[in-house]
C-alpha cells in the first residue's frame, strides 16, 4: 500500500543578489524550499496550510495545489547526481510517496489520506527553478526526459494530512491515461497528434494540459 512517507510545506522567500555576477546566483523568488513537517497539517481547496507558490501563473491553483513525488525515485537521484543525503522534498514536493511512481498513478485517481480526498490532475513539468535549487544545469531536462516527474493533485475534500498515512486508492475512472503515459505524450511523442488530442479530452486532465495538447492535435 503507498504510504505518505514525508510532508513538506514552505513559503516563498527571496535570494541571491542582482549584483551577483554568476546567474545562479543572482536575485530570484521561489517557494521551491520545502521543509518537513511532523503532526497534521490542514490541506485545503488550492494549499497545505503553510505552503505557497511564487510564480502563480505556473504553479498552485486548484489542479496543483499539492505537488507528489515518489520515494522510489530518490536512490537513483541520489546515486546519478553523486548527492547521497539529497533528501525527501529535494523536488520541491509537499508530499513524498513510497509505493507508487508515474507509471502506477493515473490521470483522475482519487486517493483517500487522512480526512482528505485528492485527484490526480497532470504530471508535472519541471522548470528552471529545479536545476537552479541543486545548481545542475540541465536538471529540469533530466527529469522530462526521464520521465521522473512527481504528479500534481487537486483536492476533493479538505482534510487533515500527516505523515506515515496509508494512500487509499478509491477510484481510478481512466486506468488507461498512466502519468507515464501522458509524460510520454507531452514531451516525446510530440508528432503524434492523435495521441495528443485523445489524451486532451480526458476530462480529469488539468485545464493547462488539455489546452496546450489541443493546439498540437490541431496543428496542421
Not at 33 to 59: I, M, R, S, Y
Not at 75 to 97: A, C, D, I, K
Amino acid at each position: 500500500m503507498p504510504e505518505l512517507v514525508t510532508l513538506q510545506v514552505g513559503l516563498p522567500q527571496t535570494l541571491g543578489t542582482d549584483e551577483a555576477p554568476d546567474p545562479m546566483d543572482q536575485r530570484w523568488t521561489t517557494g521551491f524550499f520545502k521543509q518537513p513537517v511532523e503532526g497534521e497539517v490542514w490541506l485545503g481547496a488550492t494549499n497545505l496550510a503553510g505552503d505557497g507558490q511564487a510564480d502563480l501563473k505556473n504553479h498552485g491553483g486548484v489542479d496543483k495545489a499539492v505537488l507528489a513525488y515518489s520515494a522510489d525515485h530518490y536512490p537513483y537521484w541520489r546515486s546519478h547526481l553523486n548527492h547521497p543525503e539529497l533528501p525527501y522534498g529535494g523536488f520541491g514536493e509537499n508530499f513524498t510517496v513510497a509505493g507508487q511512481t508515474e507509471a502506477d498513478v493515473c490521470i483522475g485517481d482519487i486517493y483517500a489520506i487522512g480526512s482528505a480526498r485528492v485527484q490526480v490532475s497532470q504530471p508535472r513539468q519541471p522548470c528552471w527553478k529545479l536545476s537552479r535549487r541543486w545548481r545542475i544545469a540541465d536538471l529540469a531536462l533530466q527529469v522530462k526526459a526521464n520521465g521522473r516527474s512527481g504528479w500534481y493533485f487537486r483536492v476533493l475534500q479538505e482534510g487533515s494530512v500527516q505523515p506515515g498515512l496509508t494512500v487509499t486508492l478509491c477510484d481510478r475512472p481512466y486506468p488507461q491515461w498512466t502519468v507515464a503515459l501522458a509524460n510520454q505524450i507531452m514531451h516525446h511523442n510530440q508528432g503524434d497528434r492523435a495521441a495528443a488530442a485523445e489524451l486532451a479530452q480526458c476530462p480529469l486532465l488539468s485545464r493547462n494540459w488539455q489546452e496546450k495538447l489541443l493546439k498540437r492535435g490541431a496543428a496542421a
